[in-house]
């Protein structure tokens, strides 16, 4: 829309933040979620986090209120870093025309949110630290116990050094492509479908937040394995030279869960995925749009 790529940059990175302040609690609820049963056969442990509401529940139980903004400043900053590359990139292909040669707008989307995740990545690996923390008895997956997002990186980076901050990324780049691709090639005729059906009005809000929701289905099911891989590689403890005790990389995580815990196992927390998918990609483009406009 004319907007230039350097000032894509700052919007994106403005409104990633803006809709990621809003739908953080399912973050926290979703992390611990696919923390929970970490490559146990299923049924053969304690499950303290039972689906998307009773699991918010229990972060309240454990953490208070403020738990269910837990890692929200690394988050913030992962969006900001993430959203903002990501918008960069796109509006880069849009200038040079290549969104315009067919399946173009799917290969830009998922270029620019590869770059995104590589760049954003040592916050998404605070983050997923931070939001997995909580009290022993309700604890699941490896606990790190960082004091704080400052004293998280400072930690990361002592012990393993600049490698150690993108430890997990192997895992965040095809999510994040994946789910951009999948979301761009739905989001628009998810949204004209619905309108078609004369649900809501073409060009409302609720059109969008509708179109958001049902191509929401389509980005759950393909993201969520990538999405609980992440989770994993991310959260896993390590040795003195940074390698990861549980998991060897990505596949080899892939043969593990769905070895040990079944092929659902690669679905767990979906339901958080699935509730905030649509909420926050309407909200990115709202505030996204928004701030365009002004």
């Known amino acids: 829309g004319g907007v230039p790529p350097a000032t894509d940059l700052v919007l994106g990175a403005t409104a990633g933040c803006l809709a990621c302040f809003l739908t953080n609690p399912l973050e926290v609820v979703k992390t611990r979620l696919q923390l929970q049963g970490e490559l146990q056969p299923p049924g053969t442990y304690p499950r303290p986090y039972r689906g ?4 918010a529940v229990a972060v309240c139980r454990a953490d208070g209120l403020r738990g269910l903004q837990k890692g ?9 870093l993430m959203n903002g590359v990501r918008f960069y990139c796109y509006s880069h292909a849009e200038d040079a025309g290549w969104t315009e040669y067919p399946g173009g707008t799917v290969a830009a989307g998922a270029v620019a949110g590869a770059v995104g995740a590589i760049v954003g990545s040592p916050a998404y690996l ?7 923390q909580t009290l022993s008895a309700m604890a699941v997956g490896h606990q790190h116990n960082h004091e704080s997002i400052s004293g998280a990186f400072k930690s990361i980076y002592q012990q393993h050094g600049v490698v150690g901050l993108w430890r997990g990324v192997t895992g965040a780049v095809p999510r994040v492509a994946v789910g951009s691709a999948v ?3 739905t989001f628009t005729s998810a949204k004209d479908w619905v309108c078609e059906r004369q649900w809501f009005r073409k060009g409302s809000w609720a059109a969008v937040l509708a179109g958001g929701m049902v191509s929401g289905v389509a980005v759950a099911v393909t993201m969520t394995p990538f999405d609980v891989i992440s989770t994993r590689l991310y959260n896993q403890p390590v040795d003195a030279n940074g390698t990861g005790k549980l998991y060897r990389g990505f596949f080899d995580c892939i043969l593990q869960i769905s070895s040990k815990e079944g092929l659902l196992g690669l679905y767990k927390g979906i339901g958080a995925v699935y509730l905030r998918l649509g909420p926050h990609t309407v909200l990115s483009l709202f505030f996204w749009d928004k701030l365009r406009n002004m």
């Open 183 to 185: 979301q761009l090639a």
């Open 52 to 55: 998307v509401l009773r699991a």
């Open 72 to 80: 929200l400043a690394a988050g913030l900053l992962y969006q900001g």
């Open 126 to 132: 605070v983050k997923t630290h931070l939001q997995a």
